[in-house]
Structure formats: structure tokens, C-alpha cells
């Protein structure tokens, strides 16, 4: 959603101008946007409430941190969200860029990818053209909407909760009637949402406020970021429902609960986890796959990776091959996320 633009006729933001590639690439990143108008709302309310502005730069959080005056390209968006914006151009034979990030400390998330990656140092990450690095940190809960494009200013009926495992986390969604200035006289709904990692349990709290303004009973989709099984259970206070579905991913589950009433606090259970791991071999088979190398370097390359051995060990039998820097460097940011 950066715009650039400048007073000439030729230069034009509507995706239809663009090669079907990019334009394709566009409409993903619009689409997107409408859907993560939940939380886009709650923090632009923020900004209003607390003079908290949505992008701030690294170094508003992290100070006294050195490496967070080192990345002009990366900021902060919104409560949950970390991005690194890639303005270097695509190595031609990868068919991916690079952009150095710095990760702070902790578990974070790549919201796109879910690959995990462990903070405190700054890395060279790879990235085709359909992506952007975009982090949520293990405990972040981040709304989205489903796809509702023709009517922007209802609240939605269904909501999408992002839930990044690892540790205890909560978010609360703001809504008003998204037209008057009534939400300045207090005119609005709040609901909080928290993780408890331990117990393993997604609490949704009764929603307070105006209720007449959010739908009487909404349907949710939870993605829960880091879990690949589980037995989930869906506890309401008044009675027990069991959750409509539930949906095994990579590296994820999603499970979707219906008819979730405004005015009732409902909880998700899940049982009996099994968290997953960030599937190096498979990632790294399709970022060989895509390079444009001899295949005798690539049969080479998986081979090494296929032994199963230690980061280390891959690390070093990978560079005696002589590998392209950024190809090498590609697979490096998997096996050490």
C-alpha cells in the first residue's frame, strides 16, 4: 500500500495498468487491506485516544536498542504488527530480493509465510513478489474480517482472529458505527480477546458497550499460528457447543465456531497440542526449486539438506558447493530462523 507518485501522466497507481503479474500482486495487497479493517480501525482509534500513531519507527519502542536506528525501512504497524518494506531490486537468477531486518528479542512470526524466527540479531531475509516480511510476536491476537467488499461501513458479520502461540497474549477490537462522531461521547463497542498458552485457550470476552451497533451473534474463524493438531473444545457460559470445524494446516490450525452471541463470553479450548516446526527441508526444496542454477548444484544442495544433520553441519557441506551468495543466503535464513 505504498503509494509513490509524482504530476505526469504515465505514472498511475490502478492495478490495471500494471503487467498481469504485478497486478495481480495489487489486488491481493487491496483485498488484504479490507480484511484487516478490524484491527486498522481499533488502531487508528488508538492514534485518536492515546496520540499513538500507526507507523512509528523502530526506535520509538526499542530506544536504547542501536540496531533500531540502523533500519530506515522498517516500522512498527499498529500494536501487533512489525514490517520491512523491500526496496531492493529482485535477484534476477533467485527470482527473490533481499532486505536486511533487524528482529528484536523474542518469537516472531512471519504473518505470510509463518515461518518463526528467534529475535536479538539482524538477518538477511529473501522475499519473491508476492511477499513482504511482516511479523507478529508470539502472543499477538490480530482481527481480521472476511472478505465483505460491499459494505465497508457495516461491522462485520464474521471475524478472522490471528492467534500467534508461544506465550500469553491479548488484543481488545474497537468498533462504533464507523459514519457520526457519536464514538466522541463514548458511542462504542469494545470486545477483548486473549491467548493463554498454558491452558491453551482463546478466550472471547463479552462484548461491552453499545451493543446495537455489532450483530447480535457473529461467526469466527481462528487461525492458531504454531500448532499443527489439537482436540479443541468451544465452551460456552450458558451451554457447550463444539466448534463447526476444524481445519489442519502447515504449521497451523483453524477452527471455526458459529453463532458466537455479542453478549456472551465464549472460550476455545484446545487439547492435546502439537506444536510444529518451520518445515526447513520443504521450505528449502521450493526455494531451490525456483532458482535458476545448473541442476547438478541443486540435486547437490538437497541431498546436503536431506541428511537431516545440524544447522551448523548443513551450513558448512552447503557453502563447499559454491552456491550463488544470495542462494546460499536464502537457504541460511531458513535453517537459522
Known sequence: MRLHSSNSQFNSKEPWRYRQEIREVMENFLRLRHKMLPYLYTMNHRQYEQGIPVVLPMYYF??????????????????????????????????MARTTVWIPEGEWYDIFTGLRYQGG????????????????????????QEDC????????????????????????????????????????????????????????????????LIPEKR???????????????????????????????????????????????????LRERKYGDNRVLERCFEILDRAEIQMIQKEGALGILESGKGAGYLLGSLLSLGLNPDLYGALAEILTA
Not at 121 to 144: Q, W
Not at 237 to 259: D, T
Open 121 to 144: 540479531r539482524k538477518m538477511n531475509l529473501y522475499r519473491d513478489i508476492t511477499s513482504i516480511p511482516v511479523f507478529a510476536k508470539a502472543g499477538e491476537i490480530i482481527p481480521f
Open 62 to 95: 526499542y530506544p536504547e536498542q542501536r540496531c533500531a536506528y540502523q533500519v530506515p525501512n522498517q516500522y512498527l504497524f499498529g500494536s501487533a504488527l512489525m514490517v520491512a518494506a523491500v526496496t531492493t531490486p529482485c535477484i534476477k537468477k533467485l527470482r
Open 219 to 269: 461467526d469466527y474463524r481462528i487461525t492458531f499460528w504454531g500448532i499443527e493438531d489439537a482436540k479443541a473444545l468451544e465452551v460456552r457460559k450458558e451451554a457447550g457447543q463444539n466448534p463447526a470445524a476444524v481445519i489442519k494446516g502447515k504449521g497451523r490450525i483453524e477452527i471455526e465456531v458459529k453463532n458466537v452471541s455479542a453478549d456472551q463470553e465464549s472460550v476455545v479450548y
Open 149 to 212: 467488499m460491499e459494505d465497508a461501513l457495516r461491522n462485520p458479520q464474521a471475524l478472522h482472529l490471528h492467534v500467534y502461540t508461544g506465550q500469553d497474549g491479548s488484543f481488545t477490537l474497537y468498533e462504533d458505527d464507523n459514519i457520526t462522531a457519536d464514538y466522541q461521547s463514548g458511542k462504542c463497542v469494545r470486545t477483548s480477546l486473549e491467548w493463554k498458552e498454558e491452558e491453551g485457550s482463546l478466550v472471547i470476552r463479552k462484548a461491552m458497550g453499545d451493543l446495537s
